[in-house]
């Protein structure tokens, strides 16, 4: 499991407030918002690569994302071949 990966589970475990950006101590909370970020770009990541194993175009999960598709490949493309590269 990836370092940051171990970090976002940790601070849950430990304080769901913090985890949510919500704990009264701010450096928690501050913590919390950044595991919150991590775990947002890894499910986006995820299911950026589901959806292209489905054979949906960067233009059309671009659109669902609303960003241009120029955006969404510069952001997942190289994380998508170095990940089917270390699956083969």
């Given amino acids: 499991m990836a370092p940051q990966e171990d970090q976002i589970k940790a601070i849950t475990?430990?304080?769901?407030?913090?985890?949510?950006?919500?704990d009264?101590?701010?450096?928690?909370a501050f913590a919390g918002i950044?595991?919150?970020r991590?775990?947002?770009?890894?499910?986006e990541r995820y299911q950026?690569?589901?959806l292209r194993q489905a054979g949906h175009t960067w233009a059309e999960i671009a659109g669902w994302a609303r960003v241009s598709a120029q955006a969404l490949h510069k952001k997942h493309a190289q994380a998508l071949r170095?990940?089917?590269a270390?699956?083969?």
Avoid: N, T
Avoid at 13 to 22: H, K, S
Avoid at 24 to 28: G, I, T
Avoid at 38 to 43: I, V
């Fill in 13 to 22: 475990a430990r304080d769901p407030y913090g985890a949510l950006g919500l």
């Fill in 24 to 28: 009264d101590d701010p450096q928690l």
């Fill in 48 to 50: 950026v690569g589901r």
């Fill in 38 to 43: 991590q775990m947002a770009e890894f499910c």
């Fill in 82 to 84: 170095d990940s089917e």
């Fill in 86 to 88: 270390a699956s083969k």
């Fill in 34 to 36: 950044r595991a919150l």
